[in-house]
């Protein structure tokens, strides 16, 4: 489950559009930082993605990826010339197709590579998937699969696009816009694949071409419902609200750490949050585990971004896509504290042990911390590459430094936690290969 929100230039502080995304999967789904460089490629080459090969094109451009390790593609990124894409799980009455095919993030970083802006983006996207179709397993392990939503903006514009098996349909939006894990496009739409009324008639899905109603009609109801999509939806929608006008990076930092005015998030079996926990069952399978947060300024997007899981026990570090960061190994499945993500899950899985009373410890000097790192990335946005580069480094390096003497600190806060929880968690560390103290 992930929530993606978008805010336009009229309703942010400096005028300038804000994207924001966490991305939710299964708690051990480890998911990292990747920059890949623009690149010309030779004629007839071909590209393996996650599970199929497709023609390559000639020239790529310079992306940054929050991607899921075992996958080729990505949950959510940006490229060198400011268009930034996030996805999301849907559910419609249309079986999801599990033979192998284009990921729905495959189909986000094919953009992301290929286009240079929002309305290029849909093109890509809805050629590559009228093509080649969407589908396969989209988890590593068990099984989930899924049709996609896409929240695309670029510095002038932002569209949703959403995605029925090879069907499709997409709307400009301004100057709000929020997704989650269901259809929103109910009976107004910019574009489409072609036929698409005919199909959704065909099938009974409605009765007369005036009256379609494409969330509606198209939606699985069950899936949907526990998703909890609508309900996460409405909520981003109102906190952006609330502060239309003057929408900053820390407005976005607040609404992808909200937990819906609860001060303990640890949930039981139903129900979710926009920072989502993990617990038991397979309602409750899902763990924020990246976020990310942009301000698309044209020719240098500024992007704040975890590299972690569970924003509400991480920081929000500086990176710039023309400016990549030497961050280390690449995370996998297991527990290994040499990497980003990995070293801040003994954090992580030390505070939901206790949530209210260990995150207490750290917060305000996270808060402060964090505010720091996002006025000096503003004040410096215009420097030299090497200078933000330099910067950037320093913020991730104290950001680790505060997280080691921080889970010191955690540690001595006595555990609190509900046996569901526990339990919970308890396969998660076993599975990972974690061994809280």
Not at 198 to 218: C, H
Not at 269 to 282: E, T
Request: aromatic fraction near 8%.
């Amino acid at each position: 489950m992930c929530d993606t929100l978008i805010a336009a230039t009229q309703a942010t502080e400096d005028r300038f559009p804000l994207f924001a995304k966490n991305s939710d999967r299964p708690p051990n789904e480890a998911q990292f930082l990747d920059w890949v460089s623009a690149e010309t490629h030779k004629p007839g080459e071909t590209l393996q993605c996650t599970y199929i090969s497709i023609p390559q094109v000639e020239k790529t451009n310079a992306v940054l990826l929050s991607r899921p390790f075992w996958m080729w593609g990505a949950e959510m990124g940006l490229n060198q010339h400011g268009l930034i894409i996030g996805n999301e799980a849907v559910f419609s009455k249309i079986p999801a197709n599990k033979e192998p095919a284009l990921l729905g993030m495959d189909l986000l970083r094919l953009a992301l590579e290929r286009a240079d802006s929002a309305p290029e983006a849909i093109e890509v996207i809805t050629c590559l998937l009228e093509e080649y179709g969407q589908g396969g397993n989209c988890v590593q392990n068990g099984h989930l699969y899924y049709h996609n939503s896409f929240l695309i903006a670029d510095p002038e514009e932002s569209w949703v696009l959403e995605t029925v098996d090879k069907h499709w349909f997409a709307r400009q939006v301004d100057p709000l816009y929020s997704i989650s894990n269901l259809l929103t496009l109910n009976d107004s739409w910019d574009l489409s694949s072609p036929g698409l009324e005919e199909f959704i008639l065909k099938k009974g899905f409605a009765r007369d071409k005036d009256r379609i109603d494409l969330a509606e009609d198209l939606s699985d109801l069950i899936y949907t419902t526990f998703a909890d999509g609508k309900s996460r939806c409405a909520r981003s929608g109102e906190l952006m609200g609330r502060e239309k006008g003057k929408i900053s990076p820390h407005t976005m930092v607040g609404i992808l750490r909200d937990h819906g005015g609860k001060t303990d998030p640890r949930p039981g079996l139903a129900g979710a949050d926009i920072c989502m926990h993990a617990s038991l069952g397979p309602i409750r399978g899902s763990q924020t585990v990246g976020s990310l947060i942009a301000s698309l300024r044209a020719g240098n997007p500024l992007v704040f971004a975890t590299g972690t899981a569970a924003p509400c026990t991480g920081i929000f570090k500086p990176v710039w896509v023309d400016a990549p960061l030497e961050l280390g190994a690449a995370p996998g499945g297991h527990f290994d504290p040499q990497t980003l993500f990995w070293s801040h899950e003994r954090l992580h899985r030390e505070v939901i042990r206790n949530y209210p009373e260990r995150l207490a410890v750290y917060r305000d000097e996270r808060d402060a911390l964090e505010k720091d790192f996002i006025q000096g990335a503003l004040e410096i946005s215009g420097a030299s590459r090497e200078e933000r580069r330099a910067y950037s480094r320093s913020c991730f390096n104290r950001a680790r430094q505060a997280e080691d003497r921080w889970l010191g600190e955690v540690r001595q806060v006595a555990v609190k936690e509900s046996f569901l929880h526990r339990l919970a968690w308890k396969g998660f560390n076993t599975t990972a290969g974690y061994q809280p103290d």
